[in-house]
């Protein structure tokens, strides 16, 4: 039995959120959502396709839509983002979903993005092109958002056609055959899982589209790029065995790998530049840090400091790493090293905008049960059943219910991040 696999996308789903929400068609409406209303250089974080003909699209910033002729402005909306409403959305959409396939056949891509296994359920709803049809009406009906669906026998081509093709035509389908006519024209980084850098090194091998790729020797690839390589060529091809539906084993006591490092990086919402201000920057971020690393019953050798400057600056910014004298997890511990490692690095001229720290070198945290004559091992114990303490009622209760005294000063990104989704406003139901 042929695999049916749809991927049904949400078209500028913040903007469609938006739109919907002021019983505004989004194909018809100019709409922009901002990541800050009062900001000038506000980032566009969506934008309806009538203002992507206009050229703003997700990435650019508010003056960019300042600099547009008058005529075509005026009538342009702005919105500021609000997550928590584009996550029950979505929300919605995957309860819609729910009435065509059941749950362990729906799989959650992203927000706006989701792969659904349609397989055997053709006596129910009928032909791909019917079904996929009736679910844009459905989703539409309730939600107000246009989707547009991608169909494949497998996930890559599903998607590849979702990108190539459906996200302009509404719903198309790619089966095997049609891989040469549909997909080997495209330029190659509109491949599925090539970027940026990934496209530069197969285009300095003369590919410069998928069908480039997919007629390049398969061992020459395997060679040049590993088994990423040898993917990307059957890919190309359409041919694909990755599961839509996942085992409940790759997701409840599945066994994971234990990562290099942990980390969390804060883009600021202005430039930082005194060093009382960028200390609770520091200390914000290694609490983060910390917490993250507890939970994963981990301890860290190695802090890892990466600073970026204000993108006027010519200096671009700076990293550092340096040994920690234990393993360790407690931000009072690391902190001082952290703060350390900015003061080495930092020049006074130069303004501060993103900030970055992880702990590297990870063992788990039972092997690290130092002790030690010339330190206080039953102190350090109480302090880590405190932080467990704290670390378990933020979770219970969420992120931030305890946190340090130093979060309610004026430049402490805690202030205002605890009420983020994503980095973004949470914002209400109501527009």
């Known amino acids: 039995m042929r695999r049916r696999i749809f991927c049904i996308d949400s078209v500028s789903f913040y903007a469609s959120c938006e ?25 566009v974080l969506a934008a309806t396709p009538k203002m992507k003909q206009l050229g703003i699209k997700t990435g650019s910033r508010r003056f960019h839509i300042d600099r547009l002729p ?3 402005r005026r009538d342009v909306l702005y919105a500021e983002a609000r997550m928590s409403h584009y996550l ?25 993005e989701t792969l659904v296994d349609m397989t055997g359920t053709e006596r129910l709803f009928g032909s791909d092109e019917h079904v996929a049809h009736l679910m844009r009406a459905t989703i539409f009906r309730y939600t107000g958002i246009p989707v547009t669906i991608g169909i494949g026998p497998n996930n890559v081509l599903a998607k590849l056609v979702l990108d190539l093709h459906a996200k302009k035509k509404g719903v198309v389908t790619c089966l095997l055959h049609d891989v040469e006519r549909l997909i080997h024209p495209a330029p190659i980084e509109k491949m599925w899982g090539v970027g940026a850098k990934m496209a530069v090194h197969l285009q300095r091998l003369g590919i410069w589209t998928i069908g480039d790729l997919a007629r390049y020797p398969l061992e020459s690839l395997h060679e040049k790029f590993g088994v990423i390589g040898a993917e990307l060529w059957h890919h190309a091809w359409g041919i694909d065995e990755s599961p839509t539906i996942l085992p409940a084993s790759s997701l409840f006591g599945a066994k994971r790998t234990r990562p290099k490092s942990i980390g969390h990086g804060i883009t600021l919402m202005k430039d930082y530049t005194t060093y009382s201000s960028i200390r609770l920057v520091l200390q914000a971020i290694a609490v983060e840090v910390g917490m993250r690393t507890r939970q994963a019953g981990l301890v860290g050798g190695t802090i890892h400091l990466g600073v970026r400057y204000t993108r006027t600056s010519d200096r671009g910014g700076f ?8 393993f360790t997890a407690d931000e009072q511990e690391f902190l001082p090293i952290l703060l350390q490692l900015f003061l080495d690095g930092w020049e006074e001229t130069e303004a501060v905008r993103y900030v970055s720290v992880a702990l590297g070198k990870l063992e788990p945290r039972s092997d690290h049960v130092q ?5 206080d091992e039953w102190a350090k114990a109480k302090r880590l059943d405190f932080l467990d303490l704290i670390d378990g009622l933020n979770v219970r209760f969420g992120r931030g219910t305890i946190r340090p ?21 949470q914002g209400g139901d109501s527009s």
């Open 405 to 425: 005294a130093s979060s309610l000063l004026k430049d402490s990104p805690l202030r205002t991040r605890q009420r983020l989704i994503g980095g973004h406003k």
């Open 70 to 72: 008058w005529h075509e």
């Open 88 to 112: 029950n959305v979505s929300i919605q959409i995957i309860h819609i979903l729910h009435q065509f396939a059941p749950p362990e056949a729906i799989r959650v891509y992203s927000i706006d």
């Open 19 to 43: 739109c919907a929400a002021r019983n505004k068609n989004p194909y018809r409406t100019k709409l922009v959502v901002l990541s800050n209303l009062q900001d000038s250089g506000a980032l």
């Open 319 to 326: 990293s550092k790493q340096k040994k920690l004298p234990r």
């Open 371 to 375: 002790l030690s004559f010339f330190e």
